[in-house]
């Protein structure tokens, strides 16, 4: 089974279980970016881990076997343009580049890790509207030959 | 003076004033990521702060003005396949769905707003290697008809 | 059953009813580019105007279903193609710019939102021929950190 | 001079003047919308008109010149994805398939033209935060052999 | 039954009955170039006609009604790169410019109608070779605001 | 001097002598459509036909020579999205794989050449709005091994 | 049955029979690179050789009849990657220009056709290597209006 | 002197001389097609060829310079859409896969050689109009570990 | 059965016998490297060594009939984007000029072979972290006419 | 001073002095790949190694400032299709997903970094033709959350 049938299968016994990836991730013992992007086929997951989601969700062993493999990264650029997934495509655009002054100006040569990484969501209240808190935080490797 | 031309030549005189990003947010009294992005022409700059970077940077009016005047946003493509720019995109693609999934689990239908919205970053230590640390703020908006 | 099925089967039931897209708004109580925009998949529908959709047009529950959950917008570039679409995209290459400044002249430094936003359509005689008028309403968003 | 050149001049002369968009159009006595795009390269002005916008902006003749020639349409793409004109673009996402179906049902096979066309922009107040109003106005033309 | 299959069908039935396309437009009373457009997909057909070209094709009901519906224009691009499709294209390329110039010329600031339009084939002798004679006649628009 | 810069150069002057394309045309005594198109640098023009052009349009011998000179065809793509350009690369999308059929349906497998070919531009008066008349004629050839 | 379904069939046969190319080529009396061509799906085969190709390969009249229908030609970009067939690819972008200017210099504007046309493949022995000889041989066609 | 720039300038200086590519190869005792191909910029000339060629087409020593140094070869793939590249480009696109069986079938796994390989040009008399003969010849190169 | 299926059966079969590459190579007595890529599909199998790697994967004799067939080449531009094959298109980026520099300084005008060709995968200790070591082994070409 | 302006300063003194890429590594102390790649732009040199590259080019000062600065990398993808770059980019798509394979067999789920990285370029005397040898070596990072 492709890790996109096992996500969509995913999906639709998530909505049947009424859980959300929060709990799911607490109940499988992981952190909650990274649980739901193994559930989304971005991640292979640990055969307990992968065991207990199937369980929770009532999927079957097909799906456990699917979630543990190896993924091909990279998503499909059509779901770049989802108007959720795009506002941080276009935050990007507009702030990268003073991400990579302060990056070098702070650290000199080198990259944020998107492997040494993690990524935290949190919810922020506020007056005037709750706000999305997203945390990139990733180990600064330098450029060393 | 195009907002480019404005950029190279605030570049060239950082690295002749020996500044770094952060101390001249600091002078100018705005928060660095925002102070980087308009000064590398993200954002159009109130003219008191335009004028003190001009001031610090010994830079001319034209300067100052370029820097005020409104952006049309949209970076480069190439800029964006930049190693240090690259490893952003390449979480997005990694973790996109995932954050979506989570924006629509916590807050129901809607985006992260990239306009009411402000990045930060910051160095934290770390025995491992010191790592970067950037985070996103936005408002949540709700697809309300 | 996928959004995009679900939408297949929504044109062929319509076609067989007779109904209009604005006689089957009015019958779930919605705008009717709302209503349109939402049974062809870009917005989920709560479970009533579904359920109400589906018996209007003899679908059955799996249909309903579908209409009820999140989708993941953003349209096929090959329908921007199609002649009665490529309109609207040709009238922004034409007006975009305009658009832009006038947002900037009257507002400030932000966008119309396309969130917060609701877009109306109706034909207004006229001798030399009727006229489609579509309005976008959006709330103004400024830039703010 | 080309058209893009003279573009430039105008939006530097428009920031020396103070003028608004609104009264420059009030001044040559054209709806907003068109004196924008015309003013920015995508309509030829009458002479009339021409000379009148470069008195008031201090501009010489070459300008008007640019400005009554004939214009090739066809905005650069890289401007389309500025935000403040991609929330149309994202618009035309979401909404283009119903506009497209609203159409046919109301007025048969064919199109809303966009050359015989106009576009209104106006500001709503609104009190939970004032609202960009965009109508689009344009005669349906039905395929016709 | 989508358009593409309905027209995958058509093309199999017509080389069965052996019947050209001029005689099948013949039959149903319709323009040979209309005619064979409407069968590959691109218009579509009044009820009478439909019916009349599934009889003479031996092609049953579900055909007639993909016939009938609504079409979504726009060919795919793969298809422009055959070759006898492909010298159109070049034509519009080297020819492209001096028609715009010429319609600006003889008519103004405005386009030849797509919409309001037909097209005509014909075979013309030439002792050299015959030549295959197509027109382009469509109505033209004025910009008019 | 490139042929595109001489383009722009007999543009200009063509405006300032007031003469039309097809009196220009008249002049050199060659079909309008070619010597639009050759003016605009798709063609190569014979010795005494550039330099009457020039004569008649006030350009100097640096502008024959360019006109005289091999072009290397192909429009840039930009060219092509002009709205009164892109009609005819719609009606191709809509009408080309129609005219594919109709060409081996009369005549075999083959082509309609696009180099023993010519285009020929007319205004056909029609009350219901004046009408652009273009045809294509171009020899047929066939795949002959 | 599509072309390309056809040219699968027609390529395992060829495997299980054990034939080459040029033999098949010659038991159906055509030349090898037209006969090749064909197989795969880019050239219609008269009845007789279709019916003799699929004797010799043991296919059914399915496929004949397939390989006798006229192509829509167009190779899919992603086969001009293979190596083997970029090497071709490669040799255009590096003689392409070379061969446009002694085209033009030897028969003038013009260009050789590439359907009265054919292509021979030969092996000819050398002791560094045997070396592959691909000749194009094409009728001269010059822009004749 | 970029190469793209001394190109430019052989060019015109050839017009001037009114030299033939043949001609010119000859004088400085080249192959036509690589001498064409040397001179438009895709390969290094030793120093006497490049001297000898300058001298014949009066051009200075700074065009000689650039005529020996290493290009950086691949063409602007908008060169490749001209009418006379472009036929070359169709018929790999038509006879491209049945080149590569007809190598593997003949030789086994591997390439023609574009680096160890030569073109040939030529002009072939024929009473139905003169053909252009061009040979591709290059070493096969099987996969080899 | 296409070769890519083929290596998605490999791929299964290689997780349910627990081998690694580096053992199923020396089984079948061939380079590591090679026998990834060539059971990926991207290399035509010698008979034998197809025979055996399917009996080692127990697979049946369709799949040892894949691998032994010729490919076409030729990987999907999305499997590119996965990041662990990402940071080698990187590095390609970032030292593809200098590599091109030094094979024109070291060996004159001319390519690496990518068909007499081999690499070779390690792994070496290092205190600070093991490293993955690559090697590239080309033969040197020369352009050779 | 851009860095690739610099560049071509680089390129052409280098010619003027002789002197080859590794003499000149050698006498700033550099590994010879990485000092390359740094003279065409693509790392930040120290100050000491740029000095005394330019007093051996002979180059002044300004380019010593530039070869100094931060890059931004990212190779123009028209150089990835010159023919000596072009097979490293073929060798990995025909070896890309058997090295993922192998990276993921031998070190788990992670990469081999281009950042903690180095190239290095050898020639191996061969009595078949003497070989272009190229190590990459990089750093495993495994996805550490």
């Given at each position: 089974m492709s890790k996109s049938e096992a996500a969509r299968l995913v999906a639709s016994a998530k909505v049947r279980s009424g859980l959300s990836w929060a709990r799911i991730a607490d109940e499988i013992g992981a952190p909650v970016v990274w649980a739901t992007a193994a559930l989304l086929g971005n991640h292979p997951m640990p055969p307990e881990q992968a065991r207990r989601a199937c369980e929770l969700l009532e999927l079957d062993e097909a799906v456990a076997e699917s979630l543990r493999s190896q993924p091909s990264r990279g998503t499909d650029?059509?779901?770049?343009?989802?108007p959720t997934i795009y506002r941080f495509v276009e935050a990007l655009s507009v702030y990268g580049p003073a991400l990579k002054e302060l990056i070098h100006d702070e650290f000199g040569d080198g990259i944020m890790s998107a492997i040494n990484f993690r990524v935290d969501f949190d919810r922020r209240p506020d007056p005037d509207g709750d706000r999305v808190v997203i945390t990139f935080d990733g180990k600064f490797l330098d450029y060393r030959w």
């Open positions: 650029p059509a779901v770049m343009s989802d």
